[in-house]
């Protein structure tokens, strides 16, 4: 019998806004512990939670980007349990009433295929504090509230999902759909987006569902897949030696590329969800929804297929320009006032990635600007320098922080292009190549490349290749 997994994934995503969900405290990362906190976000008694609006600006914001029907009365809850992290004892979540609800996003499979995964609901809720923990036998652990009340967005899936790779492209594309839309950074080395997948097997063709097992917070895509590749094989051996599973919480080991148990269901919490009575319901009105929908950016899918159309470059191009919002924008920076879109994206997509990947930075760090590219790639079509000459002048951009212009000033990399110039140092060649230029006559042909070459050699590589080829051929014909 063959089995197929279902799969349904939580993904939290942290919300973009200056200040905390419930209180007016910094949301900035990397901030010495506990700076960022408030009798509010301490859960200190009596102190009072008032809603940041952006927190629902940005969650309507990513309901709208999601296809999701925005809920005109949602109401925010309090789910209690105990743990260090969470001073109030309580976390603030929605609950029966999230805030989006049934939405979908479209993945393609690798040969262009369609699927529909639905999202069952996207609700707002708190994040809690940081626990760290020291590594020395018998060490303290501290805490860190300072992440305790940063906005979160939890997006839940129907198990649409069959496989590891379909998740893989379905996180992708939310991912995307996030940034686009300025609703999250997405930084996972940050824990701005932390995944849960829930898995079950179940006999090929059948309905029901098999005891699903929980695998908590993996905080990158590949781990996700691997889990997940590890859960099918584990259950299914599972299942196919006659064992009866039970519902477990489980962790994935990234060292082990294994889940290993975390908790039974015997052990899984009650959180008591009552409505927070410190909190009013959020009533939103139409005209609040539309002014969102009008602001809303262009979603990854719609400017990839504007790309193909409107700089002509193949899907393969537009897909990797528009993996993140700032490479699309800077790719359009450049491309919008520059005639040659396909160069600017082979440019990109080459010599800038790969510095990029080589100083592990993002692209709107890079001392390149857009202005700073297209000047360069002018002065390539221009023939002020070759396009081989090109790399050189970028990699001392890179390095020195310098416009093309200055770099090719005082290194003077100008491009000969001058005739005169150009004959002069041609003749002085065929001078004292004598030898070379008889074997060319004699019809020794490679003769004449040997010639070119020891042209370019004498200009530093600075000789117009079009005007040395057509000189010498009409100096030796
Ligand atoms: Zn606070």
């Known amino acids: 019998m063959n089995y197929e997994a279902v799969i349904g994934l939580e993904i939290h995503v942290q919300i973009?806004?200056?200040?905390?969900?419930?209180?007016?405290?910094?949301?900035?990362?990397?901030?010495?512990?506990?700076?960022?906190?408030?009798?509010?976000?301490?859960?200190?008694?009596?102190?009072?939670?008032?809603?940041?609006?952006?927190?629902?600006?940005?969650?309507?914001?990513?309901?709208?980007?999601?296809?999701?029907?925005?809920?005109?009365?949602?109401?925010?809850?309090?789910?209690?349990?105990?743990?260090?992290?969470?001073?109030?004892?309580?976390?603030?979540?929605?609950?029966?009433?999230?805030?989006?609800?049934?939405?979908?996003?479209?993945?393609?499979?690798?040969?262009?295929?369609?699927?529909?995964?639905?999202?069952?609901?996207?609700?707002?809720?708190?994040?809690?504090?940081?626990?760290?923990?020291?590594?020395?036998?018998?060490?303290?652990?501290?805490?860190?509230?300072?992440?305790?009340?940063?906005?979160?967005?939890?997006i839940v899936t129907d198990p649409d999902i069959r496989t590891s790779e379909e998740a893989y492209r379905f996180l992708t594309a939310v991912k995307e759909i996030m940034q686009f839309t300025g609703v999250s950074g997405c930084n996972m080395e940050k824990g701005e987006l932390r995944v849960d997948v829930n898995i079950s097997m179940r006999a090929q063709g059948e309905d029901g569902f098999g005891v699903k097992q929980e695998i908590k917070n993996m905080n990158s895509f590949a781990n996700v897949r691997r889990a997940l590749d590890y859960e099918i094989k584990r259950q299914t051996r599972l299942i196919r030696s006659g064992e009866v599973l039970t519902q477990q919480t489980r962790l994935?080991?990234?060292?082990?590329?294994?889940?290993?148990?975390?908790?039974?269901?015997?052990?899984?919490?009650?959180?008591?969800?009552?409505?927070?009575?410190?909190?009013?319901?959020?009533?939103?009105?139409?005209?609040?929804?539309?002014?969102?929908r009008k602001g809303l950016t262009e979603l990854p899918e719609a400017r990839r297929n504007r790309f193909v159309k409107e700089y002509s470059l193949s899907e393969y191009d537009a897909a990797n320009l528009c993996s993140s919002l700032a490479i699309a924008q800077y790719f359009e920076d450049v491309a919008e006032a520059y005639k040659n879109p396909k160069k600017v994206a082979n440019w990109i997509l080459g010599e800038i990635m790969r510095v990029l990947n080589?100083?592990?930075?993002?692209?709107?760090?890079?001392?390149?600007?857009?202005?700073?590219?297209?000047?360069?790639?002018?002065?390539?079509?221009?023939?002020?320098?070759?396009?081989?000459?090109?790399?050189?002048?970028?990699?001392?951009?890179?390095?020195?922080?310098?416009?093309?212009?200055?770099?090719?000033?005082?290194?003077?990399?100008?491009?000969?292009?001058?005739?005169?110039?150009?004959?002069?140092?041609?003749?002085?060649?065929?001078?004292?190549?004598?030898?070379?230029?008889?074997?060319?006559?004699?019809?020794?042909?490679?003769?004449?490349?040997?010639?070119?070459?020891?042209v370019m050699k004498k200009t530093g590589g600075r000789a117009n290749p079009g005007l040395v080829n057509e000189i010498l051929r009409s100096r030796m014909n």
């Open 16 to 154: 973009n806004t200056k200040t905390k969900t419930f209180c007016g405290c910094s949301t900035e990362f990397g901030a010495p512990p506990n700076t960022h906190t408030c009798p509010v976000c301490l859960g200190l008694p009596g102190a009072l939670p008032v809603l940041n609006e952006e927190v629902i600006k940005k969650g309507i914001t990513a309901g709208l980007a999601l296809s999701c029907k925005i809920v005109k009365h949602s109401v925010f809850a309090r789910k209690n349990y105990f743990y260090p992290d969470l001073p109030k004892a309580y976390q603030i979540s929605q609950y029966e009433s999230p805030l989006n609800t049934g939405g979908y996003v479209v993945i393609k499979d690798e040969s262009g295929v369609e699927k529909r995964i639905v999202i069952t609901r996207a609700h707002l809720e708190e994040d809690a504090g940081k626990l760290i923990h020291d590594e020395t036998p018998r060490g303290p652990s501290y805490i860190d509230f300072n992440r305790c009340g940063v906005p979160l967005l939890e």
């Open 252 to 292: 994935f080991d990234q060292n082990k590329n294994a889940t290993v148990q975390m908790r039974t269901k015997e052990e899984a919490h009650d959180y008591r969800y009552f409505p927070d009575p410190d909190l009013v319901p959020v009533v939103i009105q139409e005209a609040f929804i539309g002014e969102i």
């Open 358 to 454: 080589d100083r592990k930075i993002e692209i709107d760090e890079f001392q390149v600007t857009a202005p700073m590219l297209r000047e360069l790639l002018e002065l390539t079509d221009s023939g002020v320098i070759s396009g081989k000459m090109a790399k050189g002048v970028f990699d001392e951009m890179v390095s020195s922080g310098m416009r093309a212009n200055q770099v090719v000033d005082e290194k003077g990399l100008k491009q000969m292009s001058a005739r005169g110039e150009i004959e002069a140092v041609i003749d002085e060649v065929l001078k004292v190549n004598e030898v070379a230029v008889s074997d060319y006559q004699s019809g020794k042909k490679n003769a004449f490349g040997f010639l070119i070459g020891q």
